[in-house]
Structures are given as structure tokens and as C-alpha cells.
């Protein structure tokens, strides 16, 4: 008699069982995988089933891994410093260190629920001084390595979290953690010049199995790009103002040029009739992100009053500041060419300012100028000695031309900046630094790390630009490691990403208190094969990452110098009308119900169901229903079958391998939705075959309960057990399927009169053309009236019989 799958009594069963008896075990023996989740902050809100999403599609990778005879690194971890804990810390009013505790703690309670293969024994967590000591030692050795320095000037700010941001911190000129309008403010931040990393960054990005869209992503933000520094000299002054150009063919036709707000000289090149308003400009500018500045449509502007000279043919060139040229990006300044830039002809437009074409198509100049002409190509034109070379050779030859002239130098830009890495925040890493009167800036001695955060009441941001921590002064107030004299300590805290961008080192030897990582437990476990998460990390964390892991490198600490192989990134689960799930906007759907109602098994095929796991998809509980169904059915079908004890036949040898092969083949090219639903359509073979022959055959029924145990571990390894094995499925060998195997015995073909359908027969697929057409003929020998002139055999494909 069948028993009603009860999925709350299986679920807790195998958890019990999971718990004494793991079913991932290192035995020394079998190849590592290492299967990695990015790992989340432990936001107050807990998880919603969209963070289910991508931590089913890795464990389903990691469970498919491991029934191929590998034994899986499959670890998590919290990222619970920086500003997202901290700003829920002062909306809750307790401190970050108890609600971080707090939400780790339910956070960890519902990942529990998905039945992941999580190590919890490698568990690793960001606020951990047995974890952040490496964080800090790797700033102390990039400090050493003159990676990190001390840099003043004006920053991204939020003044709602009243910390610095990072260009990439920065949305459509808004916070991405708060939403605040971000403004500029000048600070002292420390720096980490991963510029110096940018060629190996941009290159090495070809070794790797990522979507191409991620990595056109991060070299885009990379943005390596080839050509000139020209020098124009300023009239009346001994200043020559330096301008980077892609496009050096096309000085002739600069007409004007362009300073950023902040450029050095931007104050001094103003005369008496424009002071005030380029002041204003300046002021205005310095109120905008860059995020903003790049964006804004409408092209502002102000002229200084000063003029430079074209060094190449003399002409005066009007001075503008204009706050689409960023102060950080090449040299702060640019020569524009109307004729040939969007962006310029729109400035030169709205100003009326001379617009002189110097390439053209076929060597014919544009009357009336309507808008820039972009074109790669052409010929050269009103551009003196260069008049009628192609503007693509002169591209190339025009760098090492202007040289030899000596009015400028080719060079190599890059749009990367160096990465803003101090917070004026409390709740993040101290950075080891003491600031001594005699000896500078001095680094925490190693074997002193790590350097505790200390333990305050009152955390709150200042909003003075300083870190709380500045207000402990028998914290700060210490002594210089390397005279021993009076000092302070840096006040200063690390962004949230100081951790994100080597944690995944740390779980393979997290409990190691003398090195990072061992060397022996880094050749054997690293680097990551396969990491999976959102693309919104695409150029953040990765490119992080990617540094600190090609640093690490550098100094011997590991062998390797990309940290993750293979990429997936999942598409985001939203709420209706594609409205990202937020507890704000009160769309949050949780998945603590979901279980309760339908068990873990059914929630992490429906996460996978409900459409390409790349893509995003728009949330409905009502198709968890199906999903329950199916496994009630499959259910059924198993005790039935089991008890019959049925003999195989042809027809379920077939079926077991077209269900093996069509399975595999669409789990490894990811294609998760798919998977589910030939599981529902292999299902429903099944019963209809049982119907006919009593049930299904124990080999066939254990195959698919192998294939299915990634997908719903608890219910595969009860049916497991029910097919009559005493061992867990996990331990069982993946399937291979029998090409063979899946081949028709037997073809249906329609027979044919005349061309016209007269019946369908099935015959061997390799009978001889004289037994087809024997039975086709056979099949409608009653319609056969006249005489046969013509008998056609396409073999599998039909018969056909030509009568007069």
C-alpha cells in the first residue's frame, strides 16, 4: 500500500540523518571542486526567494559535482562590516555588533532550510578579528609595497551614511546604499593603486569562462585606450596646459578646448570679466558626482576668458570649464573637435563656436553641419601638411608625428582610477596605520595584528568628515612601532569590500593563525572552479577580487593569479511588474511559508522553474502547486512500482537513456528550467507506461531518483531508499546514458498511393527495401486497383506506390 508523501516527516528525517552522516567527505582520494555562492551581508530583513534562487542553482551544481566523483568545497560566510550593517544597526538603535549577530543568526537558520551542501566547519565571517587580521595584513603588505597611500583630494560624499564613496558606490548620482543626492567633499583617504594592475586586469580577462557581457563589463570600466598627450600653450603665460586625445588626425579641427572644474589651473585662467561666474561654475560642479556629470544630458558650461594656442597650426582656441571632463581621467582637459564629436558639436552648437570639418567622406567637405560626422574613416581635409591621407593610417602614425615635433608624447590611458579604500565609518576594519610626527606613516607590526576594533557606545557618523573612532582618544593616542615615540592611530576605517575581495582564500584554511591560507591547502583547494552570483557584482567585486588575488600572487602568498575559472550569474527574482523585492516597497516574499506548506524540495525546483536562471523572473506562488504535484505523482509512481517488482523492457531501457541523456546534456549547459520540465514530462511517460505493464522497473526508477536527488535531495534519497538501497543516493555514481540504447527498434511511415496517405505501418528500422515495400504494400493491398508502375522506399520515411 502506498504512503502519503508527507514532506515535513522526509524533510526532517534526512536533515537528522545529514547532520550524523554527511554526505560530502573528504577521503583524501577524490578531486576537489571548489562551488562558491557570493556570500550575503545579513541584512535585518532575512532572506526572500530570490537569494534562494542562486544558492539552490549552486548547490544543484555542487550535488551534480559531486555524484561525478568529486568532493566538493561548498562553503558560506558573512559580509557583515561596512555601511549596509551599520546603517540597519542605527535604524534598529542597538549596535551593529549585536544586530549583525542577530541576523547571521536567522539568516543562517533559513539557509539551513534549502538543504544546501554547506560546510558550516569553513563558515567565515568579515567582522571576525580572526578573519580580519588577514585583511589588515594584506593592506600592511600592499602599504609595504607602495599599493596603499595617503591622498587629499575631493571625494564622492554621502551626507545621509556622512562617509566618502567610490565612483562605483555611486547610481545615477545617488547613494546605492541610501538613495541620498551624493555631493563632493575633500578628504584624506587612503588609496589602493590597483591602477598599476590595470593592463594584466584588462588582459588576462581572456583565460577566463565568464559571460562575455561581464567581461566587456569590467573592460569597459578598465578602459584602455591608445593615443596622444599634446601640449597647448597658454597665451600670455609660461603654462602649457596638457590635453589627452584618442583622436590626434584630428588637431587641426580643435577648435575649443575643455577643463574640468578641478583643474589646477581652472581659478587662475579666469580674467576680471569672468571670476565670478567661473567660481560659480566651480562651486556648482563640485556639488555633482562624476556619475551625474557624465550623464547629464544637457552640456553646461562657462568660458574663462583665456585663450590657448594649436600648437600645430597656431590658431587661438577659447579656454571653456565644463563639468563633463572629469579631473581624474587623463589630464583633466581635452581639445574638442566639433565636427567630429557628438558630445562636442553639441557644446560648440549651444555656444557658437567654430566648427571646422577635417575628415570627410570621398574628400567632400559638409555644407550646413547638422551634426558630427563619426565616421571611422575618411579623407583628411583642411588639416595642412596632412590634407588628403586616410584619417584611419594617420590614427596610428599621428601620436609618433606630434612627437617628433615636440609638442607632445604618445601614451596609454586608462579609464580605472585608483580605488578610494577609507570609510569615515566606525563599523568596518581598522586600518593599521599610526601617524607619527618623526617617522610618517608607519604600518601596525605584523605580529601586533590583529588591530581591534574597539568596542563604543556611540558609533553614529560625525558627519565632520572624521571616522567616530577619532573621538576614542586612548585609542588613537599610542605609540610609533618604529621609534617609540608619541603617535595616532589611523581613525579611518576599510570599505565593505576589503573582505568581499579574498574571503573565498580563507575558507579552505579558516581556522590556519599563522599564514592567509597554507600553500599545501591552496594548491590542493584553489582556486574557486565556479562561482555564482548577481551580475550587479560585476565590476565591484570582481575587479576587486581579481586585484587583490593577482597582488596576493605577487608577493608568493598563492599560486594562482585569477580567482574563479567559471562564472554564472543568475537573473534577479522580482516582485510584480518586475519591481525589485524590497521590505520598503512591501513586496518581499519569503520563503519560510513556502517551506512550512511545501516542503524545501518543492521551493528549490520551483526557484529553478520558473524561468532561465540567467534571467530575471517575475515571482507567483500558484506555480508551486504544479511542483508538489509532480513530486506527489513521482511519489506514487516509485511505492507502486516497487512493490510490483517489474521486469524492464525495451520501451523503459529506452526511456531510462533518452531521460539520462536529455537530462544531463540541459544540466550542464545550465539550462535548469528545462530540466524540471523534461523531470515532468519523463514523469508522465512513466505513469502512462506503468498503466500499461503494471509499473516501472526498479533500474529505470533508480536512475531517475539519481538524476532528481540535486534538484529535491530529501524526497530522492527516501525513494532511494524505498527502491531497496541501504546506502545515500550521494554516494551513488552518476548515470551514463547508451547511445545505442536510445534507438527505435521499430519506425512508424506513412504508406502511400499516388502520393496520397493510404496508412501507417511500423517496420524495423533496418529493414530491406524489398520487406517495406512487401508490407506497405501488404497494408493497402485493398485499395490497390490498378496497375503498379513505380514502388518508392525512402528509407524511415515513407512508402509510396505509383499505379496507372
Known amino acids: 500500500m502506498t504512503v502519503p508523501y508527507n514532506h515535513r516527516a522526509v524533510e526532517k528525517k534526512w536533515h537528522d540523518i545529514w547532520e550524523e552522516h554527511p554526505v560530502n567527505v573528504d577521503d583524501g582520494k577524490k578531486p576537489k571542486y571548489y562551488c562558491l555562492d557570493m556570500f550575503p551581508y545579513p541584512s535585518g530583513n532575512g532572506l526572500h526567494v530570490g537569494h534562494w534562487r542562486g544558492y539552490v542553482i549552486s548547490d544543484v551544481w555542487s550535488r551534480y559535482k559531486l555524484l561525478n566523483g568529486y568532493y566538493i568545497i561548498h562553503p558560506m560566510g558573512w559580509d557583515a562590516f561596512g555601511l549596509p550593517a551599520e546603517n540597519y544597526a542605527i535604524k534598529m538603535g542597538v549596535h551593529p555588533a549585536k544586530s549583525t549577530a542577530d541576523n547571521v543568526a536567522n539568516i543562517k537558520r533559513q539557509i539551513n532550510e534549502i538543504a544546501a551542501l554547506y560546510d558550516w566547519d569553513r563558515e567565515v565571517n568579515t567582522t571576525d578579528p580572526e578573519f580580519y587580521k588577514w585583511t589588515q595584513w594584506i593592506f600592511v603588505k600592499m602599504f609595504k609595497e607602495g599599493l596603499a597611500y595617503e591622498k587629499e583630494f575631493p571625494i564622492n560624499w554621502c551626507p545621509s551614511c556622512k562617509t566618502g564613496l567610490a565612483n562605483e558606490e555611486v547610481v545615477n548620482g545617488k547613494c546605492e546604499r541610501c538613495g541620498s543626492e551624493v555631493t563632493k567633499k575633500n578628504l584624506r583617504q587612503w588609496m589602493l593603486r590597483i591602477t598599476k594592475y590595470a593592463d594584466r586586469l584588462l588582459n588576462d580577462l581572456d583565460k577566463l569562462d565568464w559571460p562575455e557581457k561581464v567581461k566587456k563589463m569590467q573592460s569597459d570600466w578598465i578602459g584602455k585606450s591608445y593615443g596622444a598627450e599634446v601640449e597647448f600653450p597658454v597665451e600670455g603665460k609660461d603654462e602649457k596646459i596638457t590635453v589627452y586625445t584618442t583622436r590626434p588626425d584630428t588637431l587641426h579641427g580643435a577648435t575649443f578646448m575643455v577643463l574640468a572644474p578641478e583643474h589646477a589651473m581652472a581659478k587662475e585662467l579666469a580674467t576680471d570679466e569672468t571670476r565670478e561666474a567661473v567660481e560659480q561654475y566651480i562651486y556648482d560642479a563640485s556639488m555633482k558626482s562624476n556619475v551625474d556629470r557624465l550623464q547629464d544630458k544637457e552640456k553646461t558650461g562657462v568660458f574663462t576668458g583665456s585663450y590657448a594656442i594649436n600648437p600645430l597650426n597656431g590658431a587661438k582656441v577659447p579656454i571653456w570649464l565644463s563639468d563633463y571632463v572629469l579631473a581624474d581621467y587623463g589630464t583633466g582637459a581635452i581639445m574638442c573637435v566639433p565636427a567630429h564629436d557628438d558630445r562636442d558639436f553639441e557644446f560648440a552648437t549651444k555656444f557658437n563656436i567654430p566648427i571646422i570639418q577635417v575628415i570627410a567622406k570621398d574628400g567632400k567637405e559638409i555644407e550646413n553641419m547638422t551634426e558630427a560626422y563619426t565616421e571611422a574613416s575618411g579623407t583628411m581635409i583642411n588639416s595642412g601638411d596632412w590634407n588628403g591621407m586616410e584619417s584611419s593610417v594617420l590614427k596610428k602614425e599621428a601620436p609618433m608625428m606630434i612627437e617628433k615635433m615636440g609638442i607632445g608624447r604618445k601614451t596609454v590611458n586608462f579609464k580605472l582610477r585608483d580605488w578610494v579604500f577609507s570609510r569615515q565609518r566606525y563599523w568596518g576594519e581598522p586600518i593599521p596605520i599610526v601617524h607619527c610626527p618623526k617617522c610618517g606613516n608607519v604600518p601596525v607590526p605584523e605580529e601586533e595584528l590583529p588591530l581591534r576594533l574597539p568596542d563604543v557606545e556611540s558609533y553614529e557618523p560625525t558627519g565632520t568628515g572624521e571616522s567616530p573612532l577619532a573621538a576614542i582618544d586612548e585609542w588613537v593616542n599610542c605609540k610609533c612601532p618604529a621609534c617609540g615615540g608619541p603617535a595616532k592611530r589611523e581613525t579611518n576605517t576599510m570599505p565593505q569590500w576589503a573582505g568581499s ?162 537530462i544531463t546534456e540541459r544540466l550542464e549547459s545550465f539550462s535548469l528550467n528545462t530540466v524540471v520540465s523534461k523531470f515532468m514530462e519523463y514523469n508522465n511517460k512513466m505513469i502512462d507506461m506503468a498503466k500499461k505493464t503494471g509499473g516501472i522497473d526498479k533500474e529505470t526508477l533508480s536512475a531517475y531518483v539519481i538524476l532528481l536527488s540535486p534538484f529535491a535531495p530529501h524526497i530522492a534519497e527516501e525513494l532511494w531508499q524505498v527502491l531497496g538501497h541501504d546506502t545515500s543516493v550521494f554516494a551513488a555514481k552518476w548515470p551514463e546514458h547508451d547511445e545505442d540504447a536510445m534507438k527505435d527498434d521499430e519506425v512508424e511511415v506513412p504508406v502511400q498511393i499516388n502520393g496520397k496517405t493510404r496508412a501507417v505501418i511500423s517496420i524495423p528500422v533496418d529493414i530491406s527495401k524489398e520487406d517495406a515495400i512487401a508490407k506497405g504494400k501488404e497494408a493497402v493491398a485493398d485499395k490497390l486497383t490498378g496497375t503498379i ?15 496507372k
Open 501 to 662: 575581495s579574498w574571503y573565498f582564500l580563507r575558507y579552505v584554511d579558516n581556522k590556519n593563525d599563522k599564514e592567509l591560507v597554507s600553500k599545501e591547502k591552496a594548491d590542493k583547494y584553489l582556486p574557486v572552479d565556479m562561482y555564482i552570483g548577481g551580475v550587479e557584482h560585476a565590476v565591484l567585486h570582481l575587479l576587486y577580487s581579481r586585484f587583490y588575488t593577482k597582488f596576493l600572487y605577487d608577493i608568493g602568498a598563492i599560486d594562482f593569479d585569477e580567482p574563479f575559472h567559471k562564472l554564472f550569474n543568475q537573473g534577479m527574482i522580482t516582485g510584480k511588474n518586475g519591481i525589485k523585492m524590497s521590505k520598503s516597497k512591501g513586496n518581499v516574499v519569503s520563503p519560510d511559508d513556502l517551506v512550512r506548506d511545501y516542503g524545501c524540495d518543492s521551493l528549490r525546483i520551483y526557484e529553478l522553474f520558473v524561468g532561465p536562471p540567467e534571467l530575471d523572473a517575475e515571482w507567483d506562488d500558484r506555480g508551486i502547486d504544479g511542483v508538489y504535484r509532480f513530486l506527489n505523482r513521482f511519489w506514487k509512481l516509485v511505492q507502486d512500482s516497487a512493490e510490483a517488482n517489474v521486469a524492464e523492457t525495451k520501451e523503459m531501457v529506452k526511456l531510462r537513456h533518452c531521460l539520462i541523456h536529455d
Open 789 to 803: 508502375v513505380k514502388e518508392i522506399y525512402v528509407p524511415k520515411k515513407i512508402i509510396n506506390i505509383v499505379q
